[in-house]
Nanobody, 124 residues
């Protein structure tokens, strides 16, 4: 059974940091590219970041560039999203997804497996 389980969400004050994790099982994680997407209330889905299967290629959306860092540990079947200098506009449900290719695609519909998401709330 394929599973993607996100963790690390919660409430944080503006300017603070969070580190999200997404742990995979049921497929060969190291053969899959990964993305993080988010959806805020009343807004569409936004691609936050992507990372290639080996971790050498990364992509960031303009709204998080310079503040968020994506990484992965294929030995642990886990992808991470380090979120720094967060703002209330970062409030959303964050989901990870896996796609069966080595590189990075910035369209979420290329990705087959999805987690349930973790809530991030930024407020003072």
């Amino acid at each position: 059974e394929v599973r993607l389980v996100e963790s690390g969400g919660g409430s944080v004050e503006p300017g603070g940091s969070l580190n999200l994790s997404c742990t995979a099982s049921g497929f060969t994680f190291g053969h899959y590219a990964m993305i993080w997407v988010r959806q805020a209330p009343g807004k569409g889905r936004e691609l936050v970041s992507a990372i290639s299967s080996g971790g050498s290629l990364v992509y960031y959306g303009d709204s998080v560039k310079g503040r968020f860092t994506v990484s992965r540990d294929n030995a642990k079947n886990t992808v991470y999203l380090q979120m720094n200098s967060v703002t209330p506009e970062d409030t959303a449900v964050y989901c990870c997804a896996a796609g069966p290719f080595r590189g990075v695609y910035v369209r979420a519909n290329h990705y087959d497996y999805w987690g349930q998401g973790t809530q991030v709330t930024v407020s003072s």
